[in-house]
């Protein structure tokens, strides 16, 4: 059976998404499950790591936190969209040097980073250890080191290395 559904949550998970995009009917629930096996046989050949999180507690943490800082997020793109005057906003790109190696923190690093209203990750130079993102209102960079690298990195590197 493992063999056949190497990964069953992601499987179910898709069949469930694929349903809720579409009208139920037994076509579209074959086609989703047809689909699902498929991404589920392709997700095995790719043979992913299995992520060990060392803190389950610190992890917890983070995304509360990271809940809070896409409400907060989302409050301020809204205001600045909303009250835009010209020069207020200032975008603009930054590389950040992150000591991070794990692939999983790196990955949820990115969706963490463009999950927020106003980031976006562009790009991981991996023999430099840099990120590269875009801040739709870069006033103060020094500020958004310290979140990235004091609130987000070092929580990550904590749960996964």
Partial sequence: MRTILPYPLLFVSLVLMWLSLNRFSLGHLVLGSVIALLASAAMASLRPDKPQLKKI???ARLLALVFYDIILSNLSVASQILNDRKGRR???????????TNPTGLAILAVLLTSTPGTAWLEYNSTESTLLIHILDLKNEEEWLELIKNRYERMLMEVFE
């Fill in 57 to 59: 507690g610190s992890f």
């Fill in 90 to 100: 200032k975008p603009g790109f930054m590389t950040i040097p992150l000591e991070m």
